[in-house]
């Protein structure tokens, strides 16, 4: 561990005994700014301290590391009702961060707030409309030629509202706040569900939709369900391939993708000092895969040293000094414990079409015979904002150069993704793109790429069978390349690299040989790397706009005749009557993410003008009536045709609508244009066996009702044929079953309980048509 003074140390022990005074001396009375960026906002340890005294005293027990963070930011310690699992929290994020894809619509709601500046520090990341083509220059390239409208709107508008504005080519969003913004004890929420990614830096950062973040930038406390708190016991010593990746591949195997809902899993043990900082961001990034929260380690000595590698040793020493807040209470106890002896941990590869279905190295080989998977491997892609540090890299390049020393280069397509410009720039300099080149490798811009569907792949026609390998965190079906047939696995750099060279998915690189150029069989030596670049970070172009001294000339750029921007008229409010005869637009089948409810790739071009992206509204949701996606029926015409189209139809009708959908409905990505798109086509409701946390709230937040089945076997109730009723709004409370009345094309009718989790605020959002017409009317009262 880091060296801590007596003092310190006697505070830590004090903390651990679960005494309430952590530092003798006033943490605020010392000044450290968040980040080298930004003047005038400063770590409020201070208020932290203030929080958690008053909550040791109320809730009389010890604490993790989580809970403290968390708690700490809470807007009322006093009066803050805290139950894991049932309390609502109002909390006080430090900061905001936003990339370009969902920023379009969070700045589009937040220049309706009436705010003429953002409350927290917030930054705006243009990663995710850059297409992976033909490599990195020409691809930036034409993305900001084919951009440039949404580019524009996005400088122009965080210039004027005081945002802060990376470029496109700067890197991806999680990456360039890990080595900016990102600092221990914070708590910040991000408008991308892999925002938890700073969780490597122990802070808690959470994924959210746009309107979320609108809250926070108009100073508005932001709610969240008071997470229940899963301990993942780390113990033994990462050694050989085996590397953070395969970490959260394990967990992911063992809680599944839902098993982390509405939990933030909490990593310790003596196993965590083997984990470099941006290892353990790669363990948190992948946690949203598992719907967690978000993730989040314990502050030790290898955090310090990423904070003094990426000139912040300020804030390195402030965390010092407030270690002992940072690390959970002898005695916490956990909703939920796991065990992982790292020195036992097999490299995993996970997949295909979900990223649970977790299988060890040594088994995978049995598994692609069994299950007939492509042994062929097409295309080995390593990077995104999952694997992309300076360590990755170099360990990555290690296998390659051993590669290329038996003359060998890749058998599959291999490309590689940097996470920022500071990581480019620095593998540029110490010759780890060389050594990629060499081998066939093509190097991508600093941007998502394949790891969004942002990908003109080009070696397989649409639908033919085929397997790729990647070190990113998702794998949904169509997921990367918009191909169905795709078999899309998920490992760590190491795996993917090596299996490159091999060319099929059958290759172990533990224990199987390849031949060299010369003839001669050879084994790989296990990979090597440095956590951290020896002559330190390049930090390439400057690629960062702060925003002007004097904002008021500043025009926000958007053209009334755009097909990409679109300002946003108010939602109708409810009309205080019980919806009836609501006919079933679809009855979802089994897994629906938000990529099946709003897909991404060539659409994401419209992510900033909602009526253009409703029409991809559920058009890959698989309809139960006959299974098949993008086709549904019109239960007044009788006329088939595509969901957004019927929808559309229904709401120009006067139709109210709902949605029947299955378990864990909306999970994966934070995009609230999965509830926005749903609400402007007229959908009342979205009734399912289960939600996934971030997709839930943003219906709530667009004014929809997020309803489940009391009894999740009640699904198989519904026909897609029915009509129902939605009896109980008149008198709609918090903790009270609403009633869906069934009408069956028979003539035969049921009563069905449907359970919520509404609040009052949120049951004000659905009366007001929004949250964002709520925040509007109050301030307009205000100002009365």
């Known amino acids: 561990m880091f060296n801590l003074t007596t003092r310190t140390a006697n505070a830590l022990r004090r903390m651990a005994a679960g005494m309430a005074t952590a530092v003798d001396t006033r943490i605020g009375d010392t000044k450290v700014p968040m980040s080298l960026l930004e003047k005038g906002a400063y770590i409020n340890y201070q208020r932290i301290e203030d929080n958690l005294k008053v909550i040791r005293e109320r809730l009389q027990r010890p604490l993790t590391m989580s809970e403290k963070i968390l708690y700490g930011h809470l807007d009322e310690p006093h009066t803050q009702d805290i139950v894991r699992g049932t309390s609502y929290l109002k909390l006080r994020p430090d900061r905001v961060a936003c990339q370009d894809a969902t920023a379009q619509m969070a700045l589009l709601q937040f220049m309706s707030s009436g705010m003429d500046t953002a409350a927290v520090p917030t930054t705006v990341h243009c990663d995710h409309l850059i297409e992976a083509q033909v490599g990195g220059p020409k691809d930036l390239a034409r993305a900001v030629s084919n951009n440039k409208e949404v580019y524009d709107f996005l400088a122009t508008a965080t210039a004027k509202y005081g945002l802060g504005f990376w470029k496109p080519g700067s890197g991806i969003i999680h990456q360039i706040i890990l080595e900016n913004y990102a600092f ?191 042994e062929e491997l097409k295309v080995a892609l390593i990077g995104s904002c999952t694997n992309s540090s300076y360590e990755d890299m170099s360990r990555a390049a290690s296998i390659a150069k051993e590669a290329s020393d038996h003359g060998l280069s890749t058998k599959s397509k291999f490309t590689i993704t940097p996470g920022s410009e500071q990581v480019r720039a620095t593998i540029d300099r110490d010759g780890q793109i060389g050594v990629f080149e060499k081998v066939g490798g093509l190097v991508l811009a600093n941007a998502c790429g394949p790891c969004i569907g942002q990908w003109d792949r080009q070696d397989v026609k649409k639908g033919e069978k085929n397997s790729i390998i990647t070190s990113y965190n998702r794998n949904f079906t169509g997921r990367n390349d918009a191909n169905p047939a795709t078999h899309a696995f998920v490992a760590s750099p190491d795996i993917v690299t090596a299996f490159a060279f091999a060319g099929k998915l059958t290759f172990n690189p533990l224990t199987d040989t390849l031949k060299g150029a010369d003839g001669k069989e050879f084994k790989f030596s296990d990979p090597s790397g440095f956590e951290l670049p020896p002559r330190g970070y390049d930090p390439g172009q400057d690629t960062f706009q702060a925003p002007p001294s004097d904002r008021a000339a500043v025009q926000v750029a958007v053209a009334p005749t755009s097909d990409r921007l679109q300002l946003l008229k108010p939602f109708a409010p409810w009309d205080g009557k019980t919806p009836t005869d609501l006919p079933i637009l679809i009855k979802v089948k089994g897994k629906c993410t938000t990529d099946h409810i709003s897909a991404g790739g060539p659409w994401l071009k419209y992510r900033g003008h909602l009526e253009n992206i409703s029409k991809n509204c559920l058009i890959g949701a698989i309809n139960s009536e006959n299974g098949e996606a993008n086709k549904v029926k019109n239960q007044f015409t009788g006329e088939w045709g595509p969901v957004p189209q019927t929808a559309e139809a229904y709401r120009d009708k006067g139709i109210k609508w709902v949605v029947i959908g299955d378990h864990n409905y909306g999970e994966g990505s934070s995009r609230e244009h999965a509830a926005l798109e749903p609400r402007f086509l007229g959908g009342l409701a979205i009734i399912t066996r289960s939600f996934a946390r971030i997709h839930e709230t943003n219906l709530k937040k667009q004014g929809m009702l997020a309803l489940t089945f009391v009894d999740p076997g009640d699904y198989d109730k519904i026909r897609p044929t029915d009509k129902v009723d939605i009896l109980g709004l008149e008198s709609f409370a918090p903790g009270k079953n609403l009633t869906l009345a069934v009408k069956h094309q028979d003539g035969s009718k049921e009563e069905i309980p449907l359970a919520h989790s509404f609040n009052e605020g949120q049951i004000e959002w659905f009366k007001a048509g929004s949250a964002l017409n709520l925040m509007a009317k109050k301030r307009a009262d205000a100002s009365a």
Request: net charge negative; proline share 7%.
């Open 184 to 374: 221990p004890g914070g708590l910040m929420i991000g408008t991308d569900s892999h925002t938890p990614n700073a969780g490597g830096l122990n802070m808690l950062a959470i994924g959210v939709g746009g309107a979320d973040a609108v809250d926070v930038m108009a100073d508005i406390p932001w709610e969240l369900k008071c997470p229940k708190v899963i301990g993942v016991n780390l113990t033994g010593k990462m050694s050989g391939w085996t590397t953070p990746k395969d970490v959260i591949l394990k967990v992911a195997g063992i809680l599944t993708v839902k098993g982390g809902t509405g939990a933030i899993v909490e990593y310790k043990g003596p196993g965590v000092e083997s984990l470099s900082c941006t290892g353990m961001a790669t363990v948190c990034n992948m946690g949203a895969e598992i719907g967690a929260t978000t993730s989040v380690f314990p502050f030790n000595r290898r955090m310090v040293d990423y904070l003094n590698a990426t000139r912040r040793p300020e804030i390195a020493k402030y965390a010092q000094q407030f270690a002992p807040n940072l690390q959970a209470d002898e005695g916490a106890e956990y909703d939920e414990h796991i065990e992982i002896n790292l020195s036992e941990l097999e490299p995993h590869i996970n997949g295909p079409f979900t990223p649970d279905l977790a299988t060890p190295v040594s088994k995978f080989k049995e598994e692609v015979a069994k299950n007939g998977w492509p």
